[in-house]
């Protein structure tokens, strides 16, 4: 059967606009005061923009920010070059690791939250605080709507449309976007983010609609003799079960990762897209106020802090890990190896991969 010219040729187009290419290369991202000398503020700017801020950063910002650093103990050149340090094994790791180097597209950029009025790119990655920090976006973009992010209910933040990303916009806005603004993101430990996602989407009875969509395949591939009642309802995962269908080849060859366990190497593309800075969920507060204030709308919002006690920690991943074989521990770190290396994360110790 041959399809009408006219729909081969609507495809044709489809396919081409898929791969449109983004003209963005690794030497426009360096933000142009930089290559000005910090002499060339466009006249009429009153703000340094928070590239400026974080890039030669020296005088003007120490000046007006040190009261703060010294208040919280900080020096703020300690905290830069923390920064700098993280950004630029990034860079070496990137180079070291990555064999192609290939294009953006819009599809890529799903994962990027833009908040115009302060020039600021997030990349949100599930598990790596990404509601509080939706919740601080919407304050940010919010125009007065919102104040206090604790106030906004979790599932309101994550609706769609409630906040842009940049793949909506057009190529070109897209590309000034990633040349002019400060583009973050927050990483964690890749085994305590995935024990952390397997908790919360496995352990918990109301996760329905992931037992549902995930547990009932999980359980029909994985266990052996499983029980009609579990085929059923797919709300008795073990971690061991998740394992095994992270590691089987059919999972991904099928259809992409959930974002909750998709590597953040997958989500957020930190080889293209050259993050300015990169925030751990292990430094979590000191990260958050440092892109706030690089960002000066420290004074417009505060990071939540949680007091919450049942985080995922070192020890208990290593508890989910002890049933685990050696044989499934090493497949599940190769999995994963992009996101150890690339934000420096050492082999966990609990491991048995020799
Ligand atoms: C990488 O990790 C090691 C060990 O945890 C640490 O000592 C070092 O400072 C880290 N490097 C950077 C650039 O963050």
Not at 194 to 204: E, G, H, I, P
Not at 297 to 322: I, W, Y
Request: glycine residues 6%; proline residues 5%.
């Amino acid at each position: 059967m041959r399809k009408p010219k006219v729909g081969r040729m609507f495809l044709a187009t489809c396919v081409g606009s898929l791969f449109m290419v983004i003209l963005y290369f690794q030497n426009i991202t360096r933000p142009a005061a930089e290559q000005s000398g910090g002499k060339g503020i466009a006249p009429g700017k009153t703000r340094r923009s928070p590239l400026q801020t974080l890039y030669n950063g020296d005088q003007v910002t120490s000046f007006r920010m040190a009261p703060f650093y010294h208040a919280l103990n900080l020096d703020l050149s300690a905290v830069q070059t923390s920064l700098r340090g993280r950004r630029e094994l990034l860079e070496e790791a990137c180079l070291t690791h990555t064999k192609k180097r290939r294009v953006l597209t819009p599809d890529d950029l799903r994962h990027l939250i833009v908040d115009d009025k302060h020039g600021l790119l997030y990349c949100y990655v599930p598990k790596v605080a990404c509601t509080n920090w939706k919740r601080v976006f919407m304050v940010l973009t919010g125009d007065g709507r919102y104040h206090e992010p604790l106030a906004i209910p979790a599932n309101e933040a994550h609706v769609a449309g409630n906040l842009r990303t940049l793949s909506e916009y057009s190529t070109s806005e897209i590309n000034r976007r990633l040349r002019s603004y400060l583009k973050f993101i927050f990483v964690r430990e890749p085994f305590e983010r995935l024990v952390s996602a397997y908790r919360n989407k496995f352990t918990r009875s109301y996760n329905t609609a992931f037992h549902k969509r995930y547990g009932t395949k999980i359980i029909r591939r994985h266990r052996p003799q499983p029980q009609p009642d579990a085929l059923e309802r797919g709300n008795d995962v073990s971690f061991q079960e998740f394992v095994y269908y992270l590691v089987d080849p059919r999972t991904q060859r099928e259809e992409p990762f959930n974002e909750h366990w998709e590597r953040i190497h997958s989500l957020c593309h930190p080889c293209l897209v050259h993050y300015d800075v990169v925030g751990k969920y292990e430094t979590l507060e000191q990260d958050s106020r440092s892109v706030l204030r690089l960002a000066g709308a420290d004074g417009e919002v505060r990071f939540p802090t949680s007091g919450k006690s049942t985080r995922t920690n070192g020890d208990m991943a290593a508890q989910f890990f002890q049933n685990i074989s050696p044989f499934y521990q090493k497949k599940l770190y190769n999995l994963y190896r992009m996101d150890f290396l690339l934000f420096n994360y050492s082999n966990p110790e609990y491991l048995k991969t020799r």
